[in-house]
């Protein structure tokens, strides 16, 4: 078969399986989701193709991307989100970034926001610099006050920086509640990238107790959360992404639909194939948006602890409010071939 007809057929199915999936939600009744994104996007590639799965997911009718805020210290962070956005056609969805200092160099894939074909920028967007960005924890109060009362799922695949921050932020002219008062009242879940719960396997054969690096960056937030957190917390760790790698055969085929992809070129920027990363961040928000489908197992109740040196122990008890994801060799597949359709379908015009 030769590639149009192999694309064409691809992006009908492709069309028809969009179209069935937000007649079902619509024949239920099923609201989309409201979520927030919170990234340290420039870090790793897998925040952008989560980015991606938000998207045609939203396209779907499935969730509702009210904002995102942003972990990585780096002008440049910002303006590539506004590009990843403005690419699926929501170039409005605000934005906001943090004054923290940590990871503050551009990384290797947010220059694509500045990079130019000729005269004209490559990727279209209204966002150059997150200099003129707003505080994350003002666009975070901003969408928690204006969403209905328990319903925002918030997916966390950064550092814990922006939440423990919005955690201590005062009463103001957005919102007369607190910080904990207003997540209290408006946050139905937090869906967090970020600890182990499974010893890794090291390069020697040897099993050891990983510290995860969206945890360590930052440990003190990452304790705020852990101990302070007021609702329920589901917890994707360090062994569910790396068991679950995105096939870069994907990243080769399936984005050619348009001259230039920013999830595609984002991969290759940052590692070209054929290299298969992990899909941390992406479990966390298939998870968020759609719990119900049996991709993941989940541990028994139980409290996530934080320690000084950043590792993160499970403590199982009815009354605690943390879960975390399991995976079986079964799931696996389904998880891949999910997140490979969700990532590389094309927007919605």
Same mark, same amino acid.
């Given at each position: *078969? ?5 694309? #064409? ?27 927030? #994104? ?11 193709? %989560? ?10 009718? $499935?969730? $509702? ?5 942003? !972990? ?48 004209? #920028? ?12 707003? @505080? &994350? ?23 814990? !920086? ?17 910080? $904990? ?11 967090? *990238? %970020?600890? @182990?719960?499974?010893?890794? *396997? ?5 099993? /050891?107790?990983?510290? $995860? ?12 959360? &852990? ?18 790698? /995105? ?8 984005? %050619? ?17 054929? +290299? ?6 992406? !479990?966390?928000?298939?998870? %968020? ?5 049996? /991709? #993941? ?24 409010? +943390?879960? /975390? ?25």
């Amino acid at each position: *078969m030769n590639r149009p007809t192999q694309t #064409f057929s691809c992006l009908l199915c492709l069309a028809l399986l969009q179209a069935a999936g937000t007649l079902a939600l619509a024949q239920t009744g099923a609201r989309p989701i409201p979520l927030i #994104f919170d990234t340290d996007i420039g870090n790793d590639v897998d925040d952008v193709l %989560a980015m991606g799965v938000i998207h045609s997911l939203q396209s779907r009718g $499935e969730c $509702e991307l009210l904002a995102v805020t942003i !972990t990585k210290d780096h002008p440049l962070a910002a303006a590539f989100t506004d590009v990843v956005n403005t690419f699926y056609g929501r170039g409005e969805i605000p934005i906001g970034v943090c004054d923290s200092g940590v990871t503050n160099h551009e990384g290797k894939f947010n220059p694509l926001a500045i990079t130019k074909d000729g005269d004209s #920028f490559r990727y279209p967007h209204d966002l150059r610099s997150g200099k003129d960005a707003p @505080a &994350a924890v003002d666009v975070l109060r901003k969408a928690l006050a204006d969403a209905d009362d328990g319903t925002v799922v918030i997916a966390q695949v950064g550092f814990s !920086t922006n939440l423990a921050n919005l955690l201590k932020s005062q009463p103001d002219a957005i919102s007369p509640l607190d910080g $904990e008062q207003l997540v209290k009242k408006k946050v139905r879940l937090l869906s967090i *990238m %970020a600890g @182990a719960f499974t010893q890794i *396997m090291g390069d020697k054969g040897h099993p /050891y107790d990983h510290k $995860e690096y969206n945890i360590v960056k930052d440990i003190p937030s990452a304790k705020t959360i &852990a101990n302070d957190w007021p609702t329920p917390i589901l917890w994707s760790g360090f062994e569910i992404g790396i068991a679950v790698t /995105y096939p870069h055969q994907s990243i080769e085929q399936d984005f %050619a639909y348009v001259d230039h992809h920013p999830l595609a070129e984002a991969y290759i920027a940052y590692n070209p194939p054929p +290299h298969d990363r992990p899909t941390w961040d992406l !479990t966390s928000v298939l998870q %968020a948006v759609r719990p119900d489908r049996d /991709y #993941f197992g989940l541990s028994e109740p139980g409290t996530v602890t934080v320690a000084d040196d950043g590792l993160t122990t499970f403590q199982q008890g009815d009354e605690g409010r +943390h879960r /975390y994801l399991t995976l079986s060799d079964t799931q696996k597949i389904r998880v891949v071939e999910t997140l490979v359709g969700l990532s590389s379908e094309p927007p919605k015009r």
